[in-house]
């Protein structure tokens, strides 16, 4: 009680509190009250408050964590419903324009109009500052356009030789395809690229490897193919989530059977 009155008679005759120095000294006398307050109370005292702070803390943490997972199974049952009007029985499909290849119309646009008029800015700025922009323009729009081994659809084979099983489409080029057949069990996805690490929409790209697959345009089995599983698409992300995920090594009765539900929902 000596410590708590000459603080508080030291604050009213020299602490000026709306100072920085008088409102750390406030902190200060805080902190220490709750130290004296923690030191002098019983072990009976001490374990009903602990007990009272822990139990109300995971109370908190539970009602967070329960509002958090209730929130996201609403978000992605909208999404579910936005991307099932789009993918019309598919498990994946690419979208025609994604922000990617808008850019680069931007691009083949900017090289059209820098075309149109080339006479006027060569004039006023000579003819190699127009000439790189158009060139570079027109290459940037390319690049674009570029789809390498990226898959642009994936739908489950629902009868055939390969029931149960996944057709993928795969874009050689923007304007020609193959299409190859691979079992669940041996995809798996590599790695997350573009801003998948930032949480947003859209950005869920991911490398994809296929430990085996047909190629139903050359009629080989082929082993180990890489491919690009793009961002901008319409997902059935349950199932995306299980092509993505990684499996057991040889036969597995739970991966069957699960497969096997996943199959039924696209049927």
Known sequence: MKV???LEKYQQRVVNTKSESGKEFVQFKRQLYQMYEVQNRSIDEHEQFSSKLERQNIKWLYQANMDFIGEMQRVNTLDSLTDHGSLKGSIFRAKMMSARRVRG?????????????FGALAMMMGPT??????????????KAFADTESISRI????????AGQMRVTVQRTALSSYSIV??????????????DDL??????????HVEEYFDESSGQTMRHGMFTLPADAFRDKTTCEWIMAAKDEGSSETDKLFNDYIAQRHQ
């Not at 739908?155 to 390969?162: A, M």
């Open 182 to 195: 691979a079992h669940p069990k041996s995809t798996r996805a590599v790695c997350a690229v573009g801003a």
């Open 155 to 162: 739908d489950y084979i629902t009868e055939g030789e390969f």
């Open 4 to 6: 708590v009155d000459t």
């Open 129 to 142: 500052v127009p000439t790189l922009s158009m060139v570079g323009s027109i290459m940037y729009g390319i």
């Open 199 to 208: 949480g947003e929409d859209d950005a869920e790209g991911n490398i994809l």
């Open 105 to 117: 119309l931007g691009g083949f646009g900017l090289a059209g109009m820098l075309y149109a008029n």
